[in-house]
Nanobody, 122 residues
Framework: QVQLVESGGGLVQPGGSLRLSCVAS???????????MSWYRQPPGKERELVAG????????NYADSMKGRFTISRDNAKNTVYLQMNSLKPEDTAVYYC????????????WGQGTQVTVSS
């Protein structure tokens, strides 16, 4: 059973930084892993959108255009953990941030965490 647990959200002032963590269980991070881990976010009253993704096996990454340069996704295979470093935060970054695991050979193996709230406000 795959489980994802996010942490690291909170209240931050504009221009500040936060690092979100997502600990995965039920599969192992390694060069043989078949999962892509992603961060999504859902601002108040809006649809959920992709922030960034990382292929566990080789560490390749992709970002939504609006997040490039400010956000960095990374992984720690020893800790089965994916991170999202967020810098130069803006009020419009306020959202619930979700961790996602997608097996790239099986569409049905798609898992979500419970989400962590990020609020950017002075």
């Amino acid at each position: 059973q795959v489980q994802l647990v996010e942490s690291g959200g909170g209240l931050v002032q504009p221009g500040g930084s936060l690092r979100l963590s997502c600990v995965a269980s039920g599969f192992t991070f390694s060069v043989y892993s078949s999962y892509v881990m992603s961060w999504y976010r859902q601002p108040p009253g809006k649809e959920r959108e992709l922030v960034a993704g990382i292929t566990i096996a080789d560490g390749s990454t992709n970002y939504a255009d609006s997040m490039k340069g400010r956000f960095t996704i990374s992984r720690d295979n020893a800790k089965n953990t994916v991170y999202l470093q967020m810098n130069s935060l803006k009020p419009e970054d306020t959202a619930v941030y979700y961790c996602n695991a997608q097996h790239y050979a099986s569409v049905g193996r798609n898992y979500w965490g419970q989400g962590t709230q990020v609020t950017v406000s002075s």
